[in-house]
């Protein structure tokens, strides 16, 4: 007989943040595929004698690539086990859930999708920012933030993105260039507030605030780096009112 696949959101970060019902699948779970970004904690749920089997992927460095984890999956689903993709954040949202589930019904595999909580709304809550806020934004949009333009792979609608109260952007420290310049010559103010919210809701989160026409100086100036979201809108001016979460040896901006 067929096992099954769950596709599993960790959560951004904080291991707390997991959902129960993605908790009783790392405990049931015979195979897991983890992401990079999954807290380690969590795997020490899992059991004894569960394989598993890192699937990270980072600059230079892949785990496994995507066809291979599609593989993987249906192989080890096929030989009867019980096997867990899991993902930081939530799996579909820039997680490629949704392709791996097309694969399962493809290969008529069993799964079950168990949504988490994505980081662009849990980093900035971590950091005292709402994503929406009565005074402030009525509308919020996130987005994968890495396509270039000079490349042809930019295909965001940044006259549309600027008339969105709050966004946010996944994957998009190494082109805070392109971001900023787009969304201004679009029509955005160059004093619209931004936040940087590096590795949110861990012990090492760290926030820097700026505007979109400094803020790519400031990610300069203070080594921010992956993983990290960036929120453009005016709410960001409530981090200084609301901010509660301790970052550890790092001043709240």
């Excluded at 599993?8 to 699948?25: I, M």
Aim: proline share 4%; aromatic share 6%.
């Amino acid at each position: 007989m067929s096992g099954i696949v769950y596709i599993v959101g960790a959560g951004p970060g904080d291991p707390k943040l997991l959902t129960l019902r993605g908790l009783e699948c790392i405990q049931v779970a015979n195979v897991i595929l983890y992401d990079r970004l999954v807290n380690p904690v969590l795997l020490e749920h899992a059991k004894k004698d569960a394989e598993l089997i890192y699937c990270g992927k980072e600059p230079g460095k892949h785990g496994l690539i995507q066809d291979e984890i599609h593989r993987v999956l249906i192989e080890k689903a096929q030989q009867g086990y019980t096997v867990l993709r899991l993902k930081g954040g939530d799996p579909f949202v820039f997680g490629r859930g949704g392709e791996e589930a097309t694969i399962l019904r493809r290969a008529n595999i069993n799964y079950e999708v168990v949504p988490g909580i994505t980081a662009g709304i849990a980093a900035p809550a971590y950091a005292g920012i709402p994503v929406t806020h009565r005074d402030h934004a009525a509308s919020f949009a996130i987005v994968t933030g890495h396509g270039r333009a000079e490349k042809g792979q930019d295909f965001l609608n940044w006259a549309a993105l600027s008339q969105i109260d709050t966004v946010a952007f996944y994957m998009s420290v190494g082109n805070i260039g392109h971001i900023t310049s787009s969304l201004m010559a679009n029509g955005k103010e160059a004093s619209t507030p931004v936040a940087v919210i590096e590795w949110g809701t861990t012990e090492k989160q760290r926030t820097i605030t700026g505007t979109l026409q400094t803020i790519a100086d400031d990610i300069k100036t203070q080594a921010i780096q992956n993983p990290a979201m960036i929120l453009v809108g005016d709410v960001v001016s409530m981090h200084n009112e609301i901010a509660w979460f301790a970052e550890k040896e790092h001043e709240l901006c």
